[in-house]
């Protein structure tokens, strides 16, 4: 029983080039998230799926696309890299309802921009 | 406004002290509410959640929070040096969880 996989675990891109981040979670859960974590701001929602098919903006979600495949799987694509985008993304899933949202995180991304 | 707020840190105690970490939020509707512990170059892991009013005991981790005053705390007793560790404090709002910028606690042996 995997969690929560992210992939890949590090990642460098030039200003410009655009790449996707899988996601993907055997737990079954219904709301899946993306968070990116820079040095003291803590974690940052960009996107979340509170179920398949659905998607919403979270608090920074310039020059992100997400994609709900299926309810396992939940991507984020960098249409064209900016070094800001410099930073460490982490998916998780969450069982949604009830004002509960204990998630579970995958291993972490660390993109770098050059 | 951050809708979550931490003290800053890093906080540092020696072993076998109590760590005190206080975290205030800005949504009044807020329902749930979480501690991570996230190591090193790790992801966030869920050590606690408090979702009533009063205080919440689990080994030797002490959850606390009063509505009233938007402000909840976790207290970690005779803290070891595997304590040592960034807190998140985490709050419910509108479905999503918000995060504090954390705490960064160092047990010193």
């Known amino acids: 029983n995997a969690g929560v996989t992210q992939t890949p675990k590090f990642q460098v891109l030039k200003t410009g080039q655009s790449m996707t981040l899988q996601c993907a979670q055997d737990?079954?859960?219904?709301?899946m998230y993306w968070y990116r974590q820079d040095p003291g701001m803590g974690l940052r929602l960009i996107y979340y799926?509170?179920?398949?098919?659905?998607?919403d903006k979270g608090e920074v979600p310039n020059g992100y696309n997400v994609s709900r495949l299926n309810k396992r799987e939940f991507s984020l694509r960098l249409e064209s890299a900016a070094p800001s985008q410099t930073s460490v993304y982490f998916c998780?899933?969450?069982?949604?309802?009830?004002?509960?949202?204990?998630?579970?995180f995958g291993s972490g991304t660390q993109l770098s921009v050059l | 406004q951050k809708e979550v707020e931490q003290n800053s840190g890093p906080l540092s105690v020696p072993e076998g002290a109590i760590a005190s970490l206080n975290c205030t939020y800005s949504?009044?509707?807020?329902?749930?509410f979480f501690w991570y512990r996230q190591y090193s170059g790790k992801s966030p892991e869920l050590i606690m959640s408090?979702?009533?009013?009063g205080d919440k005991e689990d080994g030797r981790f002490t959850a606390q929070l009063n509505k009233a005053s938007q402000y909840v705390s976790l207290l970690i007793r005779d803290s070891q040096p595997s304590d040592s560790a960034t807190y998140l404090c985490?709050?419910?709002?509108?479905?999503?969880?918000?995060f504090g910028a954390g705490t960064t606690v160092t047990v010193r042996a």
């Open positions: 998780a899933a969450a069982i949604a309802g009830q004002g509960s949202e204990k998630l579970f």
């Open positions: 737990m079954n859960h219904n709301s």
């Open positions: 799926s509170a179920s398949e098919g659905t998607t």
């Open positions: 949504d009044r509707g807020s329902q749930s």
């Open positions: 408090i979702y009533s009013n």
């Open positions: 985490a709050v419910n709002s509108d479905y999503k969880l918000s």
